[in-house]
């Protein structure tokens, strides 16, 4: 299992990014995913997760509105798209496979995401 996280750097804040996840070495389509993020000196924040065929999608409130997750399972790819960035969102970004609600089996090495004027 591989996951490559892609798509970060630095913006302004209200500037927009689009992240990527690549995914190989499992059936991607049969694993619901997830976006988790770690600021510098805090713990893990999961920040969105996606259904195995893309139906549903969660958020958590601080990025509601303002950042959107999908994916495409022809090409084994997540992405995550964030507008309205805040300094607040400057973290690490990993994509993570979900084993369980909460639980996760394999995460990337993540993309950093700073977000300073």
């Known amino acids: 299992v591989q996951l490559v996280e892609s798509g970060g750097g630095l913006v302004q804040p209200g500037g927009s990014l689009r992240l990527s996840c690549a995914a190989s070495?499992?059936?991607?389509?049969?694993?619901?995913m997830n976006w988790v993020r770690q600021a510098p000196g805090k713990g893990p924040e999961w920040v969105s997760a996606?259904?195995?065929?893309?139906?549903?999608?969660r958020y958590a409130e601080s990025v509601k509105g303002r950042f959107t997750i999908s994916r495409d399972n022809a090409k084994n790819t997540l992405y995550l798209q964030m507008n309205s960035l805040k300094p607040e969102d400057t973290a690490l970004y990993v994509c993570a496979r979900s084993l369980a609600p909460s639980s996760y089996d394999y995460w990337g090495q993540g993309t950093q995401v700073t977000v300073s004027s």
């Open positions: 996606i259904n195995n065929d893309g139906s549903a999608t």
């Open positions: 070495g499992f059936t991607f389509s049969s694993y619901d």
